[in-house]
């Protein structure tokens, strides 16, 4: 029998400020796209340092959008981590191109830039890469190769928000990134996403095929292919809010990180990744690698009510929709993928999350390991 959750994995901090902000677009005259989400766009430009801002229904669209912008066609070959989430890769499928799963390290979880340059190709169009669970990857690194290569390079920073890199926020720091606001995310729209672009005139194509490809909405003027990937300003009001959290949101989750480190700090059988020193994790995920995750997981769950997370269970070249064509797809040799995903049990993470409770569940998966 299944313990009732205690803890769940990802608790969402929404309440009064949402509301008001919500009830408070009901008072004009727009509930779609309107004042709201091109404040939250403005707003997050600000955080993000980045140049422009275009808010979209979702991350997954925001990435299908920044692929499409920078020039991803049939053909193309996109490297990208062999362990991330689902959309990093799927995105480049959906536009006839083929991932390039290339391997990541077992120190962050990142993807390896030494293993990067192996996987190029004369059909090499991009870069695309993670910020795993919200610990900075090696963004300079990334970017040099990118340029030494006349190669795109497509921050994925759907867990980056609130990071930091020798100083600069993380989640906007490529010519096209894109973000997630979904409700487990550092900051949520309920759903919701962005693209951020240094270009005016990628902005512009970004805005048109946000907006089925016009080039003024409302004119019924249709430039090229787009879609309706709008945000409404009913998402944007819960951003907003959100937004004026962030650095709190940030706070208590390194805090709950903290009391995680200082827990297992002298666990032999637990391993930890490691943030750069020059890098401040947002701490979207807590990851540990551990023996016989699967037992650990299931027993945390039933056992004591602890939900958890297994971010990822394999590489994605292993999900089935890629195992049955093996012609959509390049695998490079990934051994850390490998072995980490085999390992990798995500704990519960989130603002409220108290020390009482961190106690308890540092003290639950000790008494199951074996």
Not at 60 to 82: F, S
Request: net charge positive.
């Amino acid at each position: 029998m299944i313990k009732k959750i205690k803890i769940p994995w990802a608790k969402p901090d929404v309440g009064l400020s949402e509301k008001k902000e919500v009830l408070s677009s009901f008072k004009t005259n727009w509930l779609t796209q309107g004042p709201k989400v091109k404040k939250f766009e403005n707003e997050m430009a600000k955080v993000c340092k980045s140049k422009y801002a275009v808010a979209v229904s979702n991350g997954t669209v925001a990435l299908d959008i920044a692929y499409k912008t920078a020039g991803i066609r049939t053909g193309d070959e996109v490297i990208v981590p062999a362990m991330t989430y689902f959309s990093t890769a799927s995105m480049v499928s959906y536009q006839k191109a083929k991932p390039v799963f290339v391997d990541i390290k077992e120190s962050d979880f990142n993807i390896d830039p030494k293993k990067i340059e192996k996987a190029i190709t004369k059909k090499t169009k991009a870069i695309s890469f993670i910020d795993y669970g919200g610990n900075p990857g090696d963004l300079e690194e990334i970017i040099k190769i990118g340029k030494k290569y006349d190669l795109k390079v497509i921050q994925d920073g759907a867990q980056s928000l609130g990071a930091q890199y020798h100083g600069k926020p993380m989640g906007a720091n490529t010519l096209i990134s894109t973000m997630s606001f979904h409700m487990a995310k550092i900051i949520s729209t309920v759903e919701g996403g962005m693209v951020f672009t240094s270009s005016k005139k990628l902005k512009e194509e970004i805005v048109m095929r946000r907006s089925h490809g016009e080039k003024k909405p409302g004119d019924y003027e249709h430039n090229l292919l787009g879609t309706n990937a709008r945000m409404t300003d009913i998402q944007a009001s819960v951003g907003l809010a959100q937004l004026k959290k962030l650095k709190n949101f940030v706070k208590k989750r390194n805090y709950v990180a903290r009391c995680y480190n200082n827990l297992f700090e002298d666990c032999e059988k637990i391993t930890l990744p490691k943030t750069k020193p020059y890098c401040t994790n947002s701490y979207f995920f807590y990851p540990i690698l551990i023996n016989n995750r699967d037992y650990i997981a299931k027993k945390l769950k039933k056992k004591y009510g602890i939900d958890t997370r297994i971010a990822y269970r394999y590489p994605i070249y292993k999900q089935k929709v890629y195992k049955k064509n093996k012609k959509s797809f390049i695998k490079k040799n990934c051994p850390v993928a490998e072995k980490v995903s085999k390992k990798i049990l995500n704990l519960p993470i989130y603002p409220s999350l108290k020390k009482k409770e961190i106690s308890y569940i540092f003290n639950s998966i000790m008494k199951e390991i074996k």
